[in-house]
């Protein structure tokens, strides 16, 4: 018997879709909150770490990101 691995989509982050479609209602929110969330993924984040990269430099860059997408400007507060 042979043992494959199952797949299944990625579920949709409810609530961080909401909170960008309030912040910015002109962005399409549902791939917006995807490509926010898509450097955390277990995948992406173990590779990372792996690969020396420290925690604190993968937030910085998901909030350089989500700044971005938010406020068109990495420096806004």
Same mark, same amino acid.
């Given at each position: 018997?042979?043992?494959?691995?199952?797949?299944?989509?990625?579920?949709?982050? @409810?609530?961080?879709?909401? *909170?960008?479609?309030?912040? @910015?209602?002109?962005?399409?929110?549902?791939?917006?909150?995807?490509?926010? *969330?898509?450097? *955390?993924?277990?995948?992406?984040?173990?590779?990372?770490?792996?690969?020396?990269?420290?925690?604190?430099?993968? +937030?910085?860059?998901?909030? *350089?990101?989500?700044?971005?997408?938010?406020?068109?400007?990495?420096? +806004?507060?």
């Amino acid at each position: 018997m042979t043992s494959r691995a199952v797949t299944t989509p990625a579920p949709r982050p @409810r609530h961080l879709v909401y *909170l960008l479609g309030q912040a @910015r209602p002109e962005l399409d929110a549902v791939p917006l909150a995807h490509a926010l *969330l898509a450097p *955390l993924a277990a995948d992406v984040y173990s590779a990372q770490r792996n690969s020396g990269v420290e925690p604190e430099r993968i +937030a910085s860059s998901v909030e *350089l990101l989500a700044r971005q997408f938010l406020t068109g400007s990495p420096a +806004a507060g």
